[in-house]
């Protein structure tokens, strides 16, 4: 369990991809004007300015590689940036955001009629800078952008699912690369025009590797070893000894990219040495699961159905030589199927009811308890992006405990160890005349009230003073297996310290007291919890005398999981093929049903003053 936690680590690596063609195809014209390549597209387009809380009406001009489809664009410019800001004079745009090309005449919230998608920077209406290109047919391009071209290092999904990452000039990759297949084998080396150049590394679905000399795209140095020779290094795989129809068969486990696309939970694949990965796309998942990321306010169960949240796979066999052989059966051999236990942490700020909350939750969506957690925490001031910025206070320790849904946490013995006056802030109400006057109440509050050592760090509007806190949250968490894992994960808050009661305020306020695509043609299968050593069969449909079949998986499970299986087809000569192992990193959080106990007894503002 300790390796699985280990090895779904995946996010910095996530980039490590592959080709199935190895020429990869430009996306985007290279030239102004109108060439072959394409022709500029215009519309009028109406753009929101969120500044002003205004529309305005704009010619919006960018290149069009494929005028012959009759695709119709929309522009958005990313959060934040004004439509002023990306759209020149003539039109064209220029700047940061999200270019869609559609089929014509088509509703805009329709997902299945988008062609492309391309979020990130555009000069000259062309991809140029850092960006991302997802087309329909499960196709990405992730990388830098010269002129609406790859340049430099970037990564190439085939709609296949294969990757390649590596070196890319005028699109094409050209350099040292690694190119990953979804049948498992990884080739590192060199590569010219799209094509195997120069030496490199072979490493086969069953774990042999070897050196071998290519000449664009053809094997000239270095013997590639047979079938059966590779299937008996490691045990990886386990082709009958003899060969038979499974001698000449490949197997390849890849996430269906194409529902992936449309699905609200999106997952992806990742090929490596000892297996496939298949993992989240979201980063915020990611971290959840590992513990990497920041513990914040984000709640990784809201937000999504996980009753309709599965991943999709494909898994594709084929013949190396395009000959037919006969299937007998199909079926997915599962080595495990094991709980994963580690909470999954959110924080839930208090506020409203009254100005002094020197408290707040925190909330676990794991499905494993948190025992004898210990609280680091000191105080920061924030740039206008949240970043924490300059000198923080000296460190404060508080011991939390062990708790399974969620834990009240009060941090009001923190701040009187840091000087604060407490109990001013929490038997006094702060009143104001009038919004033109909050500048003169707060300092008066601030004149008033002893801070101490958070003085210097006291945030929040005109009329809300707040402090943040960042630190670290120790704790640990046992498997199934009775393993206990050692956990530090950094952690953010806002507390609210002072509200400065303003009548006006009080009268606006109120005075207070995606479901999943379509599968009806993938094969269901729920992953039950604690079973090893089990088998699922896959039917096989139609023709079982084939040169390529695909199987089409809806995989899910009943709580966050790790699941570790294999592919095996067996022949009617007696024979026997299995894939490459696949490790499925199933994520679906807990709903907490924890409910803070900490409200005081008597409010005096509205409760919800956070969104006031």
Known sequence: MARARMIFGVKAMAAASMLAALTCFSAMADQGGATPDGAWAERVQILYKSETRSVLRKNVRVWDSHPELGLDFTWEPAAGVSPDRTVAADGTVNGKGRLVWRVRGSASYDPKTIYSSYFGEIRNGRPEGQGRLELRSGEILDGRWVAGQLYGHAIHVDADGNRYEGQFRAGVPNGEGRLETKTGEIFVGSFADGLKDGKGRTRLSGGTVYWSQWAMGKEIGGARPDVLADARVGGLLKAQTGGGSADKVEIGIAVDQRMTQQADMQYQHLVRDEDIAIYPVSDQYNDAWNGTGEIRTGNVYEGMDWETAPAFAEVDLKTTDRSRVKID???????????????????????????????????????????????????????????????????????????????????????????????????????????????????????????????????????????????????????????????????????????????????????????????????????????TDYSIPMPVRGNKNLSAYTARLKMWSSMSSIHRFSIAAHFADGSTRESKPATFFYFRPKQSLFETSTKPAVCYLPEDLQGC
């Open 329 to 531: 059966s199909l079926e997915m051999k599962v080595a495990a199927s094991e709980a994963y236990r580690k909470p999954m942490l959110s924080i839930s700020e208090h506020y409203g009811c009254v100005g002094f909350r020197p408290d707040f939750s925190i909330v676990n969506n794991g499905w494993g308890d948190v025992k004898d957690m210990k609280m680091s925490i000191q105080f920061t001031r924030t740039d206008e992006e949240d970043n924490a910025t300059g000198e923080p206070s000296r460190m404060f320790t508080k011991d939390i405990g062990t708790f399974g849904d969620g834990v009240d946490v009060s941090i009001k013995d923190v701040l009187t160890e840091a000087g604060v006056d407490t109990t001013t802030l929490e038997t006094e109400r702060f009143t104001c005349p009038s919004r033109d006057s909050l500048d003169v109440c707060r300092a008066q509050v601030a004149n008033k009230v002893k801070f101490g050592d958070v003085a210097d760090y006291i945030s929040g509007s005109v009329e809300k003073m707040s402090v943040t806190g960042i630190g670290k949250l120790d704790y640990s968490w046992a498997d199934d297996q009775g393993a206990v894992y050692q956990q530090s994960e950094p952690f953010r808050v806002i507390v609210s310290l002072v509200s400065i009661e303003v009548p006006e305020s009080l009268a606006e306020c109120g005075d207070g007291g995606g479901a999943s695509p379509e599968a009806l043609r993938y094969q269901n299968i729920e992953f039950p919890i604690g079973k």
